[in-house]
């Protein structure tokens, strides 16, 4: 059947609500890649921390002078330059210190704990204390 | 009767929709390129993670290292050597090894039988560390974990309450504990910073500048105390 209607197309209006709506969906993608990143770096840098203090207190557990040189590197709270001479695998302590900002070590008896600054304010892993 | 548009009125439609277009479609281009990159993390920290549950495992149920071999050669170097296995004396068995990395033959038992290789070589569909299990009836070396670049080995040796490499391994009577290290390479090039060098246990590292990322990791695992 024949449609005798004028076809009367869209107004401005609706155009400019189309590309409106169309600057929401590209303001959508790029939230979602922001959460996305800051989320996948959450979680990287708490990995990294929790393997760092589980590295420390496996390595302190052989030797009391693991153990003093560890307490003396992590006092020191930087990379030490003599890797070779400590024996020390200080690998992700030194990987810790690069990618953790403000990166903080707090020992005392009970616990020796990492704390740093993370996308959305300060984060801190607990580990029992060396033996 | 159709009104259309004034030129006016075109013109700035088409200047938005352009406009529009352009940030849409570079907005799903780095998407696409996020999500790609992502993807190929994800599987390199699963090769990652799994090359270390394989380790740690091997070694935390180790009974005693039997013998171990250290680089001759710096990293990156992959060609690669015959070696022969060397335990028991009398063994005839060998295996093909990357020049710039270590490798270890641990027990897991009193039975010469019960002995397992790890070491790093090339095979037919790439490279990667291999495992060869001596307790099977045709012992065989298969690929564990693809693309692992090196591999470092240290142990901790009782009596000399120190680490040592794997060359002074045959000499120390107990080993209580290793460390080991592992560089992974993803399969493609990735948009993510690389450092051009790592020290490793004192050693420099550098890596190559081929796009490609790398992933160190390392860990330290007590062997099982229980006596042979």
Known sequence: MLNNNFSQGFTLIELLLSLFLTALMVMGITQYLLVSSRISFTLQQEALAARTLESLLIQASFSNLGKSNIEAVLASNACPSNLAELQIDFTLWCQALDQLPQLKVNSNSNYLSLEWQAPKGKKTIRRPAFN | MQKGFSLVELLIVSLLGSLLLLAASQGLATLAKHQKDQSELLRLTERSNLAE??????????????????????????SQQNILLGYPKTSEDSFNQFTSSDWMLLSQGKSVKKRYLFHLDKKTYGYGLAFKDFGKNKPRSDTLVNQVELVRFKFFCEEAQAWIRGNQVSSCKKVTGASFALLLASSQALEKKQLAQVILWG????????????QLVSATVHLMDKPL
Do not use: C, H, M, W
């Not at chain 2, 091997?58 to 990156?76: K, L, M, S, V």
């Not at chain 2, 550098?206 to 990322?213: C, R």
């Open chain 2, 53 to 78: 549950v394989a380790l740690k495992k091997a070694i935390y149920e180790a009974q005693n290292i039997f013998i171990a071999g250290e680089a001759t050669q710096q990293y990156p170097s992959f």
């Open chain 2, 203 to 214: 050693e420099k590292l550098t890596l190559p500048t081929d796009g490609i990322y790398r």
